[in-house]
């Protein structure tokens, strides 16, 4: 899946748990999944490193 830099949410799955969610793809703190507290992405200053599996980008 491509990125593109106009979305600010992604849809992602934790690799742990299987759970769904979705997250702000500039967040400036460390995202958790809310289930098993796994990492699901981290700051880099800028977009997010994302840790998890996107399954969509949205708005």
């Known amino acids: 899946m491509k990125k593109n830099d106009k979305n600010k949410f992604a849809q992602v799955k934790c690799e742990k748990c ?12 460390v995202v958790k999944c809310l ?3 796994e990492v699901l992405a981290e700051p880099t200053g800028g977009k997010v490193m994302l840790k998890a599996k996107v399954l969509e980008y949205l708005g």
């Open 35 to 37: 289930v098993c507290n």
């Open 18 to 29: 299987k759970n769904e969610q979705v997250i702000f793809t500039k967040a400036t703190t």
